[in-house]
Antibody, heavy 114, light 107 residues
Framework: EVLLVESGGALVQPGGSLRLSCAAS????????MNWVRQAPGKGLEWVSY????????FYADSVKGRFTISRDNAKNSLFLQMKSLSVEDTAVYYC????????WGRGTLVTVS | DIQMTQSPSSLSASVGDRVTIACQAS??????VNWLQQKPGKAPKLLIS???NLKTGVPSRFSGSGSATQFTLTISSLQPEDIATYYC?????????FGQGTKLEIK
């Protein structure tokens, strides 16, 4: 069974930093692209970042470029999102999702910037 | 960036109704469209990928169609458990983009 579990969400002050993690299981992690997608309270879905299975190709939304860094540890089946210079606009539930087709999602982790 | 425009933004229908949600892309995205379902307080779930490929385990009353810039999600016979917000999403190029969502309610 494919399972994605996010962690690391917290209440942080504007200008602060946070590192999110996504633990993957039930599939060959290194073979899959991974994404971070966020959802602000009461709003729609916003794609944040993408990383290829090998980790050598990464893309970011303009809203986070230069502030967020996506990475992965294939030996530990883990995906990460390092976030810095956080603003209130970054307040959201952050989901990790597998593949370009977003075929599996975690339950999300809440980041509150206030 | 490719804009994805969904219509309607909200929809009220009766159990058993045929429901259609439209999604228009701002440019040709070939068939690289997902349809996702999100129930209140839950994570989104993939229903359909590549315009019309139903994910394993998704009821057959859900179907997708379209090409180029016009895409459609259809529920052939609405069930109470289908109450959710539905999103289209393109993955033909970065940044991946979502429609604004269609909130489906029971009449």
């Amino acid at each position: 069974e494919v399972l994605l579990v996010e962690s690391g969400g917290a209440l942080v002050q504007p200008g602060g930093s946070l590192r999110l993690s996504c633990a993957a299981s039930g599939f060959i992690f290194s073979s899959y692209e991974m994404n971070w997608v966020r959802q602000a309270p009461g709003k729609g879905l916003e794609w944040v970042s993408y990383i290829r299975g090998s980790g050598d190709v990464k893309f970011y939304a303009d809203s986070v470029k230069g502030r967020f860094t996506i990475s992965r540890d294939n030996a530990k089946n883990s995906l990460f999102l390092q976030m810095k210079s956080l603003s209130v606009e970054d307040t959201a539930v952050y989901y990790c999702a597998r593949d370009a087709r977003l075929d599996y999602w975690g339950r999300g982790t809440l980041v509150t910037v206030s | 960036d490719i804009q994805m425009t969904q219509s309607p933004s909200s929809l009220s229908a009766s159990v058993g109704d045929r429901v259609t949600i439209a999604c228009q892309a701002s440019q040709d995205i070939r068939n690289y469209v997902n349809w996702l379902q999100q129930k209140p307080g839950k994570a989104p779930k993939l229903l359909i990928s590549d315009t019309s490929n139903l994910k394993t385990g998704v009821p057959s009353r859900f179907s997708g169609s379209g090409s180029a810039t016009q895409f459609t999600l259809t529920i052939s016979s609405l069930q109470p458990e289908d109450i959710a917000t539905y999103y289209c999403q393109q993955y033909t190029s970065f940044p991946y983009t979502f429609g604004q969502g269609t909130k489906l309610e029971i009449k």
